[in-house]
């Protein structure tokens, strides 16, 4: 297999794994990948996942690699929280949920983590577009909110609320408290209703 060939024909997809390369070339012969890792012309992203090193000045589709390595997932938590200025701290792993097991990955685009939710509980995101036309999946900010106090249980007091230093003016002016009360109700869970509350008695909501 020609590398140029296989660059023409893949680098559009920007993130492939080897089923694709398959569906294409049924005869394709995998060593060809290990050589290319070797020689710099792709990255492996996880196991049977890759790149070419030209996303690499694409900073954005770090995030879009979050999506596409492991599925179903969305990005949320404290990725999606600075995202939108909810939490001062600037992120270094892109953190999402899954409905399959916690996961971690490190590749060159960074560290990716991934937190298990319920199948149930994989709602609250929108398909957003992206350079290329590329679209991925990103909790809104009442559902990255809701994510962070129901996978982090130790978020229960009006101390450890304020801890979290979340952006006032966004709280008061950009949260849609009707929405954060409605995907509350969704997750039917008394624990979480209460460190919700406690939120909103924190910062004054």
């Given at each position: 297999m020609n590398y140029l060939d296989f660059k023409q024909k893949m680098f559009e997809i920007a993130c492939f794994n080897i089923n694709?390369?398959?569906a294409w070339q049924p005869h394709f012969d995998r060593n060809n990948l290990t050589r290319?890792?070797?020689k710099g012309l792709l990255i492996r992203l996880r196991q049977g996942y890759y790149t070419f090193?030209?996303?690499k000045n694409k900073p954005e589709f770090s995030y879009y690699f979050a999506n596409k390595i492991y599925k179903p997932s969305y990005i949320s938590l404290h990725t999606a929280l600075s995202f939108y200025g909810i939490i001062p701290e600037a992120v270094v792993q892109i953190t999402s949920v899954t409905s399959l097991k916690t996961a971690v990955f490190k590749n060159d685009f960074g560290e990716y983590s991934y937190k298990t939710l319920k199948?149930?509980?994989m709602f609250g995101y929108d398909l957003k577009q992206q350079a290329e036309n590329k679209t991925l999946n990103?909790?809104?900010p009442e559902k990255a909110l809701l994510d962070l106090l129901y996978l982090y249980p130790f978020y229960n007091t009006i101390q450890e609320?304020?801890?979290l230093r979340l952006d006032e003016d966004f709280l008061h002016n950009d949260l849609d408290i009707d929405k954060m009360k409605e995907f509350t109700?969704?997750?039917k869970n008394k624990a979480l209703t209460k460190r919700v509350k406690l939120l909103f008695d924190?910062?004054?909501l």
């Amino acid at each position: 297999m020609n590398y140029l060939d296989f660059k023409q024909k893949m680098f559009e997809i920007a993130c492939f794994n080897i089923n694709q390369i398959y569906a294409w070339q049924p005869h394709f012969d995998r060593n060809n990948l290990t050589r290319w890792i070797k020689k710099g012309l792709l990255i492996r992203l996880r196991q049977g996942y890759y790149t070419f090193p030209e996303y690499k000045n694409k900073p954005e589709f770090s995030y879009y690699f979050a999506n596409k390595i492991y599925k179903p997932s969305y990005i949320s938590l404290h990725t999606a929280l600075s995202f939108y200025g909810i939490i001062p701290e600037a992120v270094v792993q892109i953190t999402s949920v899954t409905s399959l097991k916690t996961a971690v990955f490190k590749n060159d685009f960074g560290e990716y983590s991934y937190k298990t939710l319920k199948k149930e509980f994989m709602f609250g995101y929108d398909l957003k577009q992206q350079a290329e036309n590329k679209t991925l999946n990103f909790a809104k900010p009442e559902k990255a909110l809701l994510d962070l106090l129901y996978l982090y249980p130790f978020y229960n007091t009006i101390q450890e609320m304020n801890e979290l230093r979340l952006d006032e003016d966004f709280l008061h002016n950009d949260l849609d408290i009707d929405k954060m009360k409605e995907f509350t109700a969704k997750f039917k869970n008394k624990a979480l209703t209460k460190r919700v509350k406690l939120l909103f008695d924190a910062y004054e909501l």
